[in-house]
């Protein structure tokens, strides 16, 4: 097995020595808990915005990067739509909820805040990764007190 820090570092930033310090503590937690083995690469990215946003939205992704636009799923209370370059680069996921006057826990997070307020439905929701074995992950990271959140 690979140890996380071997992986070659990506990026420009210069981080504290205190990032640095937590980041191998992290790592190697990572490792010992098997999940570095277990976790793979970004399969897709999620981002919501306001309603009726959407498509302008969609529209300059696919415009200003290589993305394009796959297809939209619906649910009753949201849209969402699906980007893609090829099968090796993560999709990315534009989600849209129908109804304006929706409060859930992600736009209430929102209005906590004065810049989260003004578009209180708009957040980069996260990643979703690839495993080899959702069961053993999710296991592994409630035994470590994560919390999951179903939508």
């Not at 205190?18 to 570095?36: K, V």
């Not at 109804?99 to 209005?111: A, K, M, T, V």
């Not at 007190?145 to 939508?151: Q, Y």
Request: charged residues 25%.
């Amino acid at each position: 097995m690979k140890a996380s820090i071997d992986f070659p570092r990506q990026g420009d930033k210069q981080n504290s020595a205190f990032f640095e310090e937590w980041l191998g503590r992290l790592l190697e937690d990572r490792d010992r808990q098997g999940l570095t083995e277990n976790i793979g690469r970004i399969d897709s990215l999620m981002i919501t915005v306001e309603p009726g946003h959407s498509a302008a939205y969609v529209g300059e992704l696919c415009l200003m990067t290589p993305y394009n636009y796959l297809v939209t799923l619906e649910t009753e209370q949201h849209s969402t739509h699906i980007l893609r370059i090829d099968m090796h680069a993560p999709d990315v996921l534009v989600r849209e909820v129908k109804d304006p006057n929706l409060h859930g826990i992600f736009r209430s997070l929102n209005e906590v805040y004065p810049i989260g307020a003004q578009r209180p439905n708009s957040r980069y929701m996260g990643e979703i990764f690839q495993v080899k074995n959702l069961h053993a992950v999710v296991e592994t990271q409630k035994a470590r007190e994560i919390r999951f959140l179903l939508l």
